[in-house]
């Protein structure tokens, strides 16, 4: 049964605490199977309104999946790197995601996921990102 859940993302690329972007939704978290599993609709602020986003995490990694407006999946367990296609209104984008670093605190009643990552779009500088996940369960 979905538990209600105030979920916190926070993003931060290049160490640009200028830039960071935060956002707080409502939303529900439960275990399904062996993985914990937070939904929540973004927000316009975020700038992907009408998006449903999916958080699926197990004991070692962390899956990010958008539906709607925006869709994608990303994959992120330490060491892996993957192709991505992040489809937007506007187009879409190949991307390769390369995790540096996933740190997961999680139990029945919510807790964080820090994930470190790099993105390279077409052969550019990669762009390292920060983002931390905080489920706190109501």
């Not at 830039?19 to 978290?29: L, Y």
Request: cysteine-free; aromatic content about 8%; hydrophobic content about 35%.
């Amino acid at each position: 049964m979905d538990k209600y859940a105030i979920i916190r993302v926070s993003s931060m690329q290049n160490n640009d605490k200028d830039q960071a972007i935060e956002i707080v939704s409502r939303g529900t978290f439960d275990k399904e199977e062996n993985e914990f599993v937070a939904k929540y609709e973004e927000t316009e602020l975020s700038g992907l309104g009408n998006t449903m986003t999916t958080f699926k995490i197990g004991e070692d990694y962390f899956s990010l999946i958008r539906e709607g407006d925006t869709n994608t999946s990303m994959y992120f367990k330490n060491g892996s790197s993957s192709s991505i296609l992040y489809n937007t209104p506007h187009g879409g984008i190949s991307m390769k995601v390369k995790t540096n670093k996933v740190d997961i605190a999680l139990n029945d009643n919510g807790g964080n996921i820090k994930v470190d990552y790099d993105i390279i779009i077409a052969g550019e500088q990669a762009i390292n990102t920060k983002l931390e996940a905080v489920i706190d369960v109501k």
